[in-house]
């Protein structure tokens, strides 16, 4: 079985007896008390190469269990893996291994095929594939992949959360044993670990050498990573599948996600550039257009009338906003979130018409149109429940349906229920100009059907867009509980938080910006006083904190005064000067000493042009902050700082202002901004101040 000899920095042109010599040089000694046989860490670990961690495939045939070990009995359950076959193509490896009875004669009775593929931005993606050669069925019960890590990867980063509250950072020390998260919401959750990094301990934005994993996929799922006391390590990932929920008859197969991994020397910002490289070149979404958008949630929640929406649509359209999205509401008796969902036709008493004349009339101002959907959901009280009980997804055990958010969950796996929500949702699309859904999924799935349940959404995301060319979109779960790379193989933006209260959303948009570029993030505008958490915030902070992402506006503008409008028009206009930038450049972040002061930017491709932020998130250590320093500029390129109009000035914590700032202006080289910088805007807590760098 092949194993894996180095994941890491490029070693440069290596002739093949210098690779031979390099992998003969990875073989070590065998320990007392272990096996006569040195231990390695291959590509598919299992039991009987000497392997004594979590296996890469774990199952059993109906009638007995697969035991996976290295035993030589003649018996048909003893099953060994050998290798079959391996091909290289550029950048694309395949290996293939049969699972053999102990005994020659047997003919292999699964096969496993393990795949390698190393993109042109560096970005290491693997997926693991069994199929099943019995005539026996086999209940698959794990098919994990798994890649290397060094000693010195001595620390996991990763995340967890909750609603309103996603993508909070959580450390530990990689010690003997196995650190393992799992998640069984049937999505990957508020708690998702999202990304899974280990690294040198007390790696950085900016230094230290990590190793990123993710796992793409929208269902549960399972993470892992574990070193073992032969100084073995490995990082896993995979599918977590119920019992019975994969049962692979003669021939059938059953195909891992894929895992994609980055690795860096410099810390957690070149790897999170690979990936940000690759989506883009993958998806094209920095080619797309970006749309500031008008949600109207939070401005009428389920008040939906249409005067009130036009005189919305109308304040938006002055502000800058490019597209205007009707969110949750507009189905025939949706009053509340407690009925209606699953009957996704229009109201008829609020919309006699229908939605034609407001889209006209928001098409009239110049903005295109979007609108809310939750295909994958259902009341209680709705036509569809009581005409298709049989539609719902419950667990068997259960007398009576669990109810999460006041609903239940449509089985798509289902022929005729998934046929009526595609004729639903493709009458909409054929009936209204919509190029855009926002696409919600607002509750856990029953556990046990998580995995066809994710591969159905996916295939009516699918068909929508092949029969409705140019749709969009959003993928919303509750706000951020399904962020992966497998949804975003089909949408073009993600709603990463319930919450608009600036202060969460700078955290979360910094974490998740780890895997995401910024034109993917959902980051809206709300009003001053945050409806889920009751904090009120001033006007910098929250132009600065919506400023980077793909921008929108949640809060009811009819409400705000005349300044407050022009100043929304003004941050709007700084926005899509600098959206370009945003939206195509690298993502930087400094390491800062004082956790409480944040520093982030965007440079573009040709390190000519950048947006900075400095954020101050709490009060500071000290009554005077460090200076700035702003990473990733051209060394020998002398730059200009200066402050970008948003549309309002922060709040300073200083009787007198550097110099500098007062004179409105600084050139340096970007050497000098990035090693020595320059003294920082003391801010009052909870401020914001934006930065416009340009080459000279």
């Given at each position: 079985?092949?194993?894996?000899?180095?994941?890491?920095?490029?070693?440069?042109?290596?002739?093949?007896?210098?690779?031979?010599?390099?992998?003969?040089?990875?073989?070590?000694?065998?320990?007392?008390?272990?096996?006569?046989?040195?231990?390695?860490?291959?590509?598919?670990?299992?039991?009987?190469?000497?392997?004594?961690?979590?296996?890469?495939?774990?199952?059993?045939?109906?009638?007995?269990?697969?035991?996976?070990?290295?035993?030589?009995?003649?018996?048909?359950?003893?099953?060994?893996?050998?290798?079959?076959?391996?091909?290289?193509?550029?950048?694309?490896?395949?290996?293939?291994?049969?699972?053999?009875?102990?005994?020659?004669a047997h003919t292999p009775s699964l096969e496993v095929t393990v795949e390698f593929q190393l993109t042109a931005e560096g970005l290491l993606r693997t997926r693991s594939s069994v199929v099943n050669r019995s005539a026996q069925a086999f209940e698959l019960d794990e098919l994990s992949v798994v890649l290397p890590l060094p000693a010195r990867a001595a620390e996991v980063l990763d995340f967890s959360g909750h609603w309103a509250g996603e993508?909070?950072?959580?450390?530990?020390?990689?010690?003997?044993?196995?650190?393992?998260?799992?998640?069984?919401?049937?999505?990957?959750?508020?708690?998702?670990?999202?990304?899974?990094i280990a690294g040198t301990p007390a790696f950085g934005f900016r230094h230290g050498e990590v190793w990123a994993v993710h796992l793409g996929?929208?269902?549960?799922?399972?993470?892992?990573?574990?070193?073992?006391?032969?100084?073995?390590?490995?990082?896993?990932?995979?599918?977590?599948?119920?019992?019975?929920?994969?049962?692979?008859?003669?021939?059938?197969?059953?195909?891992?996600?894929?895992?994609s991994a980055a690795w860096s020397r410099d810390g957690l910002d070149p790897a999170s550039a690979r990936f940000h490289r690759f989506l883009r070149r993958e998806h094209g979404f920095a080619e797309r257009a970006h749309p500031v958008i008008l949600n109207t949630w939070e401005a009428v929640y389920f008040d939906h009338n249409e005067v009130t929406l036009r005189r919305l649509a109308d304040a938006g359209a002055r502000a800058g906003v490019e597209r205007f999205v009707l969110d949750d509401g507009w189905m025939s008796g949706r009053t509340d979130d407690q009925r209606a969902l699953g009957d996704w036709a229009v109201d008829t008493e609020r919309w006699p018409n229908g939605l034609g004349p407001l889209i006209d009339y928001v098409i009239g101002l110049g903005l295109d149109f979007g609108l809310w959907v939750e295909p994958e959901m259902v009341n209680l009280d709705s036509q569809l429940a009581r005409d298709h009980p049989e539609w719902i997804l419950t667990e068997p055990h259960r007398s009576t349906p669990l109810l999460a958010r006041n609903q239940l969950v449509v089985d798509l796996t289902n022929p005729d229920a998934f046929a009526a929500i595609f004729a639903a949702l493709d009458a909409l699309l054929s009936e209204y100009a919509i190029s855009y859904l926002k696409w919600d999924h607002n509750r856990d799935l029953p556990v046990t059907r998580s995995h066809e349940q994710t591969l159905a959404t996916y295939r009516l995301m699918d068909v929508l867009r092949q029969r409705h060319s140019g749709l969009e979109i959003e993928s919303c779960a509750s706000g951020g509980a399904r962020i992966d790379l497998g949804i975003l193989e089909r949408t073009n933006r993600v709603w990463a938080s319930d919450t608009n209260d600036p202060l969460e959303r700078q955290s979360i948009?910094?974490?998740?910006?780890?895997?995401?570029?910024?034109?993917?993030?959902?980051?809206?505008?709300?009003?001053?006083?945050?409806?889920?958490?009751?904090?009120?915030?001033?006007?910098?902070?929250?132009?600065?904190?919506?400023?980077?992402?793909?921008?929108?506006?949640?809060w009811n503008l009819l409400e705000a005064t005349e300044h407050e409008l022009a100043q929304v028009a003004r941050w709007l206009t700084a926005y899509k000067e600098v959206r370009p930038i945003i939206h195509s450049g690298t993502v930087v972040r400094a390491d800062r000493a004082d956790p409480a002061l944040w520093v982030h930017g965007v440079v573009n491709s040709t390190q000519t042009d950048a947006v900075f932020a400095i954020v101050a998130m709490a009060a500071q250590r000290d009554a005077l902050p460090d200076p700035v320093q702003l990473p990733g500029l051209d060394p020998e390129t002398n730059y200009t700082v200066s402050v970008l109009d948003i549309g309002a000035e922060p709040r300073y914590f200083a009787a007198?202002?550097?110099?500098?700032?007062?004179?409105?202006?600084?050139t340096l080289t970007g050497r000098a901004l990035a090693e020595v910088g320059f003294a920082a805007p003391p801010l009052a807590p909870e401020q914001a101040i934006v930065f416009r760098v340009t080459a000279q």
């Open positions: 079985m092949p194993s894996f000899i180095h994941w890491g920095a490029d070693l440069g042109e290596l002739t093949a007896s210098q690779l031979e010599q390099l992998a003969d040089a990875q073989i070590p000694a065998s320990s007392n008390a272990a096996v006569d046989s040195p231990i390695r860490p291959l590509i598919f670990p299992m039991l009987d190469t000497a392997w004594l961690g979590r296996p890469a495939l774990s199952g059993n045939h109906p009638v007995a269990p697969l035991e996976l070990v290295a035993v030589d009995t003649g018996d048909a359950r003893v099953v060994r893996f050998t290798l079959t076959s391996a091909v290289v193509a550029a950048a694309h490896a395949v290996t293939h291994a049969d699972a053999s009875a102990a005994t020659p993508r909070r950072p959580q450390r530990t020390p990689l010690q003997n044993g196995a650190w393992l998260r799992e998640s069984r919401h049937g999505r990957p959750g508020h708690d998702a670990s999202f990304l899974t996929w929208s269902g549960s799922q399972r993470i892992w990573v574990e070193r073992q006391i032969s100084g073995i390590s490995l990082i896993g990932a995979g599918e977590l599948l119920a019992p019975r929920e994969v049962v692979l008859g003669l021939d059938a197969s059953y195909t891992s996600p894929w895992v948009y910094r974490y998740s910006s780890l895997l995401l570029p910024p034109e993917l993030l959902g980051v809206h505008l709300g009003a001053p006083t945050a409806h889920t958490t009751g904090r009120t915030h001033a006007p910098a902070f929250r132009f600065a904190t919506a400023l980077f992402g793909w921008a929108g506006i949640e007198v202002l550097p110099p500098w700032l007062l004179g409105g202006s600084l």
